[in-house]
């Protein structure tokens, strides 16, 4: 029997209870759906998941990808698992009816996809790639284009990647150099090195699709100068035939964890016959690229807490089971030992775990909640939503993967010198998280975009509506004893933060940019726990409400537990960080890098 | 080349100038000795680790150990390792004379085994284990237990252990059932099973001398029941020749890191036909073993430094090498891109690397210093370094392993992408550190020791010894202007401390242990940072006079540098973590479990 590494009724409670997502239902694009088909793709993708994904964890990890005569070999069962994604109607879950879709809203496809990561990561991320490419086809592409790609994309027979980072361009994509050479009708001669690019090659897949930055012969430097290409692994011939597109899989990367999945180094045009075709218009390429890069990030942020959720189960299952040591009050040896899940802090690292995973969840939920409302409104409201999501984003990608490299530290500490062998699984779940401060940009370049570009984006009108929201959650939270003292202590917080980011404007006009975004990555440590803590006692609030029908009940009980956890151990963490971000004493900028020797 | 692993210049600016282990020369039992002896052990143990440690460094990791026909085989280069141990005099470095040792003091000991563990922490274990269980034999041995294993054991082909862990029993060691029953001429019959034993076995030596803890048939329940034994995996006939003493290694564990050094399950007696001798007095086995952990546990907290060290080096070296984006003054496509160090968030991930490595080291060097004060003093002064040293072991131990896999972490992260991949080294000490919060007593544990006993040890005595040294420091640095403004945020913090301290212990008697010690783990946590702030000061105290004949000296401006750092982004902390200790919100003593779920 498969054991537990997510919880269902936690899921559901955030869906349908915390974030409403039916509220979706009374916009005409998602009207034909109702709760039962939301729980049955939802219980579908557990069984899949259940079934399919979670029974490989280890052997993906123990038996990595193999480069043998130029094809990179991925796990056998991946195959059979890409045609069941693609058969079930996984991968175009999300995508319009016209397009062979089934309008899933984004926020059920999310908690599909966490699911899936809490089982597999490694297995998640080739049907996510796939959802993500077709994704931009569908935006951005010709009829033509949408025809030949999407379906074999949505089928599950060929995979869709996103191929943006160079060996010179990584965090800098303003540095791509591949080129493309127009090459008559549409078509492009393509030329360049891909690196770090995930499935970008598999025999898991008859055919491998990139979604692909590169730089029109001529175009202006820096970004304004990247178009965006299609260019297949190999590409289609008039009659439907197949030709090799000269696109090489130069190296295949060996990685700490996250094994499962491919990241290969593609050797671009080097026999000077590889074509790509032109997605939208010319030097608009990034720009595009940001739809899918902008889900990728929040799926980045969703997927280290999914690794957390699993690594969290994992510890408390062993933590009932291991009996070790007595209670701090009771200490004779004559007496039995005690599971350790009785041990303070034993206690704290799980709790600690447990508002973790349940609280990032939410957010993720908020985001993709924002997502869809952006999509089915139109006008202020969708602009309302718009500006908050875009201003989660650096959030919900980056506190999630910092806090969720914590977080499975926690689990495998619960388990003392076995959690630090390849008998438990939270080694693995240990090598595994620690791709996502990473990749879909550092946490630092996300420091940046909040603090540099989004707090201040339209005027700072998308921080005015979040803070509407929480000054929400706020007020209802004062109403009830259970969270009063948490909405005083989130009030006071929200006034700290406030002052900090003031303070930050005034370092900017009188200490210059380099000053001013010195310590952003701090700034977005402080903002993610802030964000945290007003999804705790949103959260809560509901609880509450429910606990009047439901006196004493467990599982709302937690989420009061949780969000006690959460602001006594975690939300004064804002108090030195904003400490630190006032401080008017100068470190980084001034250093003599020659002092680091 | 060896590309730089450690820095010689700080080490030997922390022995000789911060702490003057030259002190120990005055003294008749290190008289021998001078500066240049200790010079020249610590230049040959670069040589060793740099020819022999550091080469096969990834070798290691990539080709574990293997239990073979019932033997564990580990790299193959071990072998003539532990013969340049034995024969070069490390493994005896620090017995004394009479034991064919040296007489090097424990802080220029613990200085080398420093070096090696940067170089290659798997390797350094094998000498280190060897030398602990040689000095137990020594200090309560028997003239014939001496003669008999330690010239073996400090030549190198025999490897010793301590063999304590039970399956039952990790760090609740009272429930040891491992048996010994008296069989003649001052034998005992062993019989019971070890896990997590360190080169618990090896086919780098000879033999190897567990030093086991059991309990003698009858002996009382709990701590006050256990013995000592030398159980050698092959007994010494009268003749010297080996026999097999019934020890098999029933299991080799696999690791996800620190994979050179073997560590074993070990089924002891099966066959009725293991064998150990009594060291020391019955009963008495877990006092005499707190000599070896103790040391273990300076050693953890060492090494955890040590692998922090090495990756620090290694990511200054990428983030001087890799060129990437531009400062965010000057984002002109067109102007090349600058080398990452470049940018605030690496200097600052450097930074806080450095603060860390550098200041943690003091802190290991700080309390062997007071080992060997201990030592060659006597009365009330010998135990005014006993206390401290005792005071300081859970943080000493605790503290940079928790923060060495957080400064590993940030070593990995300044790489980006290739942090997480086995193209370069960051993603193995990533790896190995994990271990360190783990063995010698899990954090949680040494919480506990620090809080329920260390602080309140002899009336609070070693506290109140520790805080004349740290009131000494504030002292001068109150005398600088580059110092005074840490000098006085120190203070404060010594402050907040104290009143913790107390308030804690108006919990423990009106609330009883178990919500006393419920946040222990934070408790160390603070007090880590109070002391390491402290050997901040202490460091910088001792720049800044140099600083006044080597005015602008980049060395030393560096140490004020790092001070500067560890105040402004760590000792703050304090003051969040202060505020949950005085909190008065009980919840892991009062958590309903059934919540967790």
Chains 1, 2 share one sequence.
């Not at 127009?182 to 770090?196: N, V």
């Not at 007496?335 to 969840?361: N, S, T, W, Y």
């Not at 370049?445 to 000054?471: C, F, P, S």
Request: proline share 4%.
């Amino acid at each position: 029997m498969t054991k537990k590494y997510y919880s269902k009724e936690h899921l559901k409670f955030l869906l349908y209870d915390v974030h409403q997502v039916e509220r979706l239902l009374e916009y005409d694009y998602y009207s034909v759906h109702d709760r039962a088909t939301f729980d049955l793709f939802l219980d579908a993708t557990e069984d899949v998941a259940s079934e399919h994904f979670y029974p490989i964890l280890t052997e993906m990890d123990r038996n990595e990808p193999q480069l043998t005569d130029g094809r990179v070999r991925v796990h056998p069962n991946m195959r059979k698992i890409m045609e069941i994604m693609g058969e079930g109607g996984w991968i175009s879950s999300a995508a319009p009816y016209e397009l062979g879709g089934n309008q899933i809203p984004t926020t059920i496809m999310y908690a599909a996809s966490f699911i899936m990561g809490c089982a597999n990561y490694s297995v998640t991320a080739f049907p996510f790639l796939s959802m993500g490419a077709a994704g931009l086809i569908a935006s951005f592409g010709s009829e033509e284009q949408k025809a030949k790609y999407i379906p074999r994309i949505f089928n599950g027979t060929w995979q869709g990647t996103m191929a943006l980072t160079e060996p010179g361009a990584g965090s800098s994509l303003s540095d791509i150099t591949t080129t493309a050479v127009p090459a008559g009708d549409g078509c492009y001669k393509i030329q360049g090195q891909k690196i770090f690019i995930s499935c970008g090659d598999s025999d898991a897949v008859d055919n491998v699709v990139h979604l692909m930055l590169a730089r029109i012969k001529g175009a202006p430097a820096g970004v304004k100068g990247i178009s965006l290409f299609i260019v297949p692994r190999e590409r289609i011939n008039a009659d439907g035939t197949l030709t090799c597109n000269d696109i090489a899989t130069a190296g295949l990367y060996h990685k700490m964890g996250y094994k499962g999945a491919p990241i290969v180094h593609l050797a671009i045009g080097e026999h000077e016959d590889c074509y790509g075709e032109l997605l939208g218009e010319a030097n608009k390429g990034l720009s595009y690229m940001f739809q899918m890069m902008n889900e990728a990030r929040i799926s980045v942020g969703l997927h280290a807490t999914s690794i957390a959720t699993a690594a969290y189960y994992a510890s408390l299952q062993y933590t009932r089971e291991r009996s070790q040591g007595r209670p701090v009050t009771a200490k004779d040896p004559n007496l039995p030992p005690v599971p350790i899940i009785q041990h303070a802090d034993v206690r704290r690292l799980l709790l600690a775990q447990k508002a973790f995973v349940e609280g990032a969840l939410s957010l993720e939920i908020q985001c993709s909640m924002y997502e869809d409302l952006r999509k089915v409104t139109s006008g202020e409201e969708s602009e309302r939503y718009s500006l908050m999501l875009d201003l989660l984003t650096p959030v919900a990608k980056s506190y999630p993967s910092e806090t969720g490299c914590l977080s499975t530290s926690w689990a495998l500490q619960c388990l003392g010198g076995y959690g630090f062998t390849k008998d438990f699984p939270q080694e693995q779940y240990y090598r595994e998280v620690r791709i996502h401060p990473i990749h879909e940009g550092t946490t630092a370049i996300h420091g940046l975009d909040l603090l540099g570009r989004k707090v201040m984006a339209k005027n700072g009108q998308g921080i005015m509506y979040l803070m509407q929201e929480v000054m929400q959650e706020i007020s209802t939270g004062e109403q009830h004893p259970d969270t009063a003292a948490a909405a005083a202590a989130l009030k006071k917080r929200i006034q700290i933060l406030q002052e900090t980011t003031m303070h930050l404007f005034k370092v900017a006009q009188q200490e210059g940019p380099d000053v001013f975004l010195s310590d952003a990555t701090l700034y977005l440590e402080m903002f993610g726990i802030m964000v945290m803590s007003w999804q705790w006692l949103k959260i809560a609030n509901i609880a509450q409400q429910q606990l009047v029908n439901r006196p004493g009940d467990t599982f709302l009980q937690s989420k009061i537990t949780c969000l006690k956890y959460f602001f006594e151990y975690e939300l004064i963490k804002v108090d030195y960080l904003s400490k630190r971000l006032k401080s008017e004493v100068r470190i980084t900028t001034q250093l003599n890098e020659e002092e680091l020797d």
